[in-house]
């Protein structure tokens, strides 16, 4: 069984958070992610998180725009 609310998509603009929204079902968020992605795909600064709380943590499942790769130091 999945836990009540395991899913949390945060929408921010221009670094500010304007939604948060939390499912239990992954289809339902995936589809919310992807309709906001949709919606604010123009705006240069909105930003997706979508994470899954499992175990008492917090872990990524999508993100939008995708961050570019970190530079290597070396």
């Known amino acids: 069984m999945t836990p009540p609310d395991r899913y949390h998509l945060t929408l921010a603009i221009d670094g ?7 499912w239990d079902n992954a289809g339902t968020a995936d589809g919310k992610f992807d309709g906001f992605r949709d919606e604010h795909e123009a705006h240069a600064g909105a930003h997706l998180l979508l994470t899954e ?5 917090e872990w990524p499942l999508r993100e939008w725009p995708t961050p570019a790769p970190a530079e290597d130091a070396g």
């Open 16 to 22: 500010r958070t304007i939604l948060r929204g939390w």
């Open 53 to 57: 709380w499992d175990a008492g943590r």
